[in-house]
T-cell receptor, first 115, second 113 residues
Framework: DAGVIQSPRHEVTEMGQEVTLRCKPI?????LFWYRQTMMRGLELLIY????????DSGMPEDRFSAKMPNASFSTLKIQPSEPRDSAVYFC?????????????FGEGSRLTVL | AQSVAQPEDQVNVAEGNPLTVKCTYS??????LFWYVQYPNRGLQFLLK??????LVKGSYGFEAEFNKSQTSFHLKKPSALVSDSALYFC???????????FGGGTRLMVKP
């Protein structure tokens, strides 16, 4: 298996622009997580899905952030409009059925820079 | 509130010396605990986990961790550090609701030649 695949790996955009980050979880995994990592705040859970359904989005910073999982093999995290403080590395992770508190498999991350 | 805490932002150790990266937990009952490692510009990678059983857990790259219930700790250890072990290490455990994994703040390990 190729592991969790994220795209783009790097994104540089200007304030106010829409940003869409993409994630393909490992086949057969039914839980998907979006994390944000910054120097100041460390690793933060933004939202997680179970069987394509959002279970907990309490970590989503504000209404500018939205996440979708239209099917078991694809998820997006969208920021609209983007702001410089959104600059961070965004990670997607997935886990096997019944293992949302078990081992997580992380993608390589999407490094976002908002100018 | 986080269920795990890493009291050290950074640990420095000389190559060949033993290393310890500390983690304490506050989950009641029998916790399940994890260690993950993050190399520069990479995602987190699973190192090892404790569920039940032997308090000494062995993991990848020669790392091990000891679950200590009386001290509510799960410190990561390695008998002889390598320069290539330099990375960011995260301890993880269940959140208070027990429905997802929560991570500590991370400890940067610097192994100097």
């Amino acid at each position: 298996d190729a592991g969790v695949i994220q795209s783009p790996r790097h994104e540089v955009t200007e304030m106010g622009q829409e940003v869409t980050l993409r994630c393909k979880p490992i086949s057969g995994h039914n839980s998907l997580f979006w994390y944000r990592q910054t120097m100041m705040r460390g690793l933060e859970l933004l939202i997680y899905f179970n069987n394509n359904v959002p279970i907990d989005d309490s970590g989503m910073p504000e209404d500018r952030f939205s996440a979708k999982m239209p099917n078991a093999s694809f998820s997006t995290l969208k920021i609209q409009p983007s702001e410089p403080r959104d600059s961070a590395v965004y990670f997607c992770a997935s886990s096997e059925p019944g293992q949302n508190t078990g081992e997580l498999f992380f993608g390589e991350g999407s490094r976002l820079t908002v100018l | 509130a986080q269920s795990v805490a890493q009291p050290e932002d950074q640990v420095n150790v000389a190559e060949g010396n033993p290393l310890t990266v500390k983690c304490t937990y506050s989950v009641s009952g029998n916790p399940y605990l994890f260690w993950y490692v993050q190399y520069p510009n990479r995602g987190l990678q699973f190192l090892l986990k404790y569920i039940t059983g032997d308090n000494l857990v062995k993991g990848s790259y020669g790392f091990e961790a000891e679950f200590n219930k009386s001290q509510t700790s799960f410190h990561l250890k390695k008998p002889s550090a390598l320069v290539s072990d330099s990375a960011l290490y995260f301890c993880a455990g269940p959140n208070n609701a027990g429905n997802m994994l929560t991570f500590g703040g991370g400890t940067r390990l610097m192994v100097k030649p």
